[in-house]
DNA sequence: GCACAGGTAGATT
DNA sequence: AATCTACCTGTG
């Protein structure tokens, strides 16, 4: 149960506490908890512990689980390998000063690696609830149904574990009409073996036809997948912040989700998705108007 | 009591 | 093709 000391995280990536609690509690992830002075998250099969210290990042784990192992799934989860600080500096900032605010606000944001699954059942969770309470229905599910961790937490649990529970089992958690559409993804991923597989190694758009047939997933949810799931930063979720955002400080009012998406990709480039992920923060945090 | 919350799908016009 | 509306539950 116990972890180990704080370690230093090697070759680790630069940001401060705020972005750090952004990342890890804003909305791409809904499996972070923050403690007194660090964060504890759960991901697969991984539970570690960061915290920043004197603008380094330490990391904890289970002492059952290796430093290097570890290391090994941090990387991998913050995408270490992929050059967050040029991404960014290749967005339109220069001549859009709502997103240099934004940048200048969240100073090493990063868009999360989650394992595919995860990202799909929790976005499934999250429709017009807020987080907290995509936090609150998460654990609840994990507690009922994932498997146990090493520190003796659960994680979420895998979706033939789902489909093998009732709709009824999933209300428990307080789904409510998402215990549905999550059964019924559920049980045609049962019916369709590697689908998930299939869609991460498909083209963006491809991946985004297969992911809105499954049940209760539309073009948000596909995207949020798409984007916090897989790697794509081109995809450009729009939900309400994000509408608002570029209705009101984009001056973009009555423009259809369609021609939204047009000027997403056209002003924002590759990476929407990572301006996306600026603007959102920047807007929940009162700094952009909302 | 009631509007609203990181939506989607099906009905209606 | 564009605009309603029902769907659960918690919160302010």
């Keep these: 149960m116990a972890f180990t000391q704080w370690q230093t995280w090697p070759d680790g990536p630069k940001f401060n506490k705020r972005t750090l609690a952004e990342i890890l509690d804003g909305g791409q992830t809904f499996r972070w908890n923050e403690k007194t002075d660090f964060f504890e998250g759960r991901w697969g099969g991984n539970v570690l512990r960061l915290r920043i210290n004197k603008s380094s990042i330490e990391f904890a784990a289970p002492k059952e689980i290796e430093s290097a192992q570890a290391v090994e ?6 995408a270490t390998e992929s050059d967050f600080e040029a991404l960014t500096d290749a967005l339109p900032w220069r001549s859009d ?29 999250s429709s017009t609830k807020q987080i907290p309470q995509i936090k609150a229905i998460c654990e609840a599910i994990a507690d009922d149904l994932g498997e146990t961790l090493a520190d003796g937490s659960k994680a979420l649990p895998s979706w033939r574990r789902i489909a093998e529970v009732g709709e009824t089992r999933l209300r428990a958690a307080k789904l409510g009409y998402r215990a549905k559409y999550i059964h019924q993804t559920a049980l045609f991923l049962a019916d369709h073996p590697n689908y998930l597989e299939k869609i991460e190694a498909s083209s963006t758009e491809d991946a985004r036809d297969l992911l809105m047939q499954l049940p209760g997933v539309g073009r948000k949810i596909a995207d949020c997948v798409l984007l916090f799931g897989a790697a794509r930063l081109e995809a450009f979720p729009i939900d309400t912040w994000v509408q608002k955002i570029l209705s009101r400080a984009y001056g973009l009012n009555d423009w259809k989700t369609g021609q939204l998406l047009e000027f997403a990709h056209a002003h924002f480039g590759t990476s929407a998705g990572l301006a996306q992920q600026y603007l959102f923060a920047a807007a929940r945090a009162g700094i952009i108007a909302k």
Excluded: M, S, V
């Design 73 to 78: 799934a941090l990387n991998h989860y913050l």
């Design 97 to 125: 000063p709502i997103l240099k605010t934004a940048i200048e606000a969240f100073p090493g944001l990063r868009i999360l690696r989650q394992p595919l699954d995860e990202t799909l059942f929790c976005f499934l969770c």
